[in-house]
T-cell receptor
Framework: GDSVTQMEGPVTLSEEAFLTINCTYT??????LFWYVQYPGEGLQLLLK?????DKGSNKGFEATYRKETTSFHLEKGSVQVSDSAVYFC?????????????FGAGTQVVVTP | GAVVSQHPSWVICKSGTSVKIECRSL??????MFWYRQFPKQSLMLMAT?????????EQGVEKDKFLINHASLTLSTLTVTSAHPEDSSFYIC????????????????FGPGTRLTVL
C-alpha cells in the first residue's frame, strides 16, 4: 500500500539555520503530497501541497518540490525562527481510496533555539 | 483559508459516561470528514471516514459501537465516545475534505484544532 517515510527527529537547530526534512513515499498511482505542521497542543495546519510531478509548494518561507523520479517531497526553509518549532508531518493521498484518505509519515519534531 | 472548528477543545468526564465532540467546516461544505486519534508523540491514527447522509466507514480495529459518528449536514460531523473509559483518553482530531472539481480542482483536508479527552 501507499506509505510515507520521513526522517526521525528531533531536529535541533539554531535560529536562522537552514532546515531540511526528508520525505519519501511509495504509491501505486499519482498522489497529491502535503506538509502539515502541528504546534504543541493544537491540530494540524496545512503548510503546503503539490498535486503533480515538478510542482513546488511554498508557504511562509517553506518550500517542497514533488519529485517523481526520486519519489520525494523534502521540506526546506532557508532561515528558521524559534516560532517554527513544531512537529512536521508529510502526507499523501491514498491513490486507491476514493474518499481522499491521507497516509501520514511519523512526524518530525523540529526544535529551534535562540 | 478553509477553517475547521472542534468543540469542545478539552473535556474531562467520569468513566462510564458518554462524550460528544463536534466538528464543523466553517466556510466550505464537506461531504467527507475524517476522525483521527493521536497518542502523545505519535502520528495520527485514522479512526473513521464520515460521509454526509450515510454511515461512517471505520478502520480496522476501531469499535463502531463505542465511537459513534454522525455526519448530519455538509458542515457538521459528530463523534460520540460512548461509555468512556480511561483508555479512551486521547487527543481526537477531525478533518474536513474540501473537494472541488473542474477548473477549481482542489482536494485538500483541513484539520480542526483537536479535542483533549480525559476520562477519570
Amino acid at each position: 500500500g501507499d506509505s510515507v517515510t520521513q526522517m526521525e527527529g528531533p531536529v535541533t537547530l539554531s535560529e536562522e539555520a537552514f532546515l531540511t526534512i526528508n520525505c519519501t513515499y511509495t504509491a501505486t498511482g499519482y498522489p497529491s503530497l502535503f506538509w502539515y505542521v502541528q504546534y504543541p497542543g493544537e491540530g494540524l495546519q496545512l503548510l503546503l501541497k503539490a498535486t503533480k510531478a515538478d510542482d513546488k509548494g511554498s508557504n511562509k518561507g517553506f518550500e517542497a518540490t514533488y519529485r517523481k523520479e526520486t519519489t520525494s517531497f523534502h521540506l526546506e526553509k532557508g532561515s528558521v525562527q524559534v516560532s517554527d518549532s513544531a512537529v512536521y508531518f508529510c502526507a499523501l493521498t491514498i491513490t486507491t481510496d476514493s474518499w481522499g484518505k491521507l497516509q501520514f509519515g511519523a512526524g518530525t519534531q523540529v526544535v529551534v533555539t535562540p | 483559508g478553509a477553517v475547521v472548528s472542534q468543540h469542545p477543545s478539552w473535556v474531562i468526564c467520569k468513566s462510564g459516561t458518554s462524550v460528544k465532540i463536534e466538528c464543523r467546516s466553517l466556510d466550505f461544505q464537506a461531504t467527507t470528514m475524517f476522525w483521527y486519534r493521536q497518542f502523545p508523540k505519535q502520528s495520527l491514527m485514522l479512526m473513521a471516514t464520515s460521509n454526509e447522509g450515510s454511515k461512517a466507514t471505520y478502520e480496522q480495529g476501531v469499535e463502531k459501537d463505542k465511537f459513534l459518528i454522525n455526519h448530519a449536514s455538509l458542515t457538521l460531523s459528530t463523534l460520540t465516545v460512548t461509555s468512556a473509559h480511561p483508555e479512551d483518553s486521547s487527543f481526537y482530531i477531525c478533518s474536513a475534505r474540501e473537494f472541488l472539481g473542474g477548473s477549481l480542482s482542489t482536494d485538500t483536508q483541513y484539520f480542526g484544532p483537536g479535542t483533549r479527552l480525559t476520562v477519570l
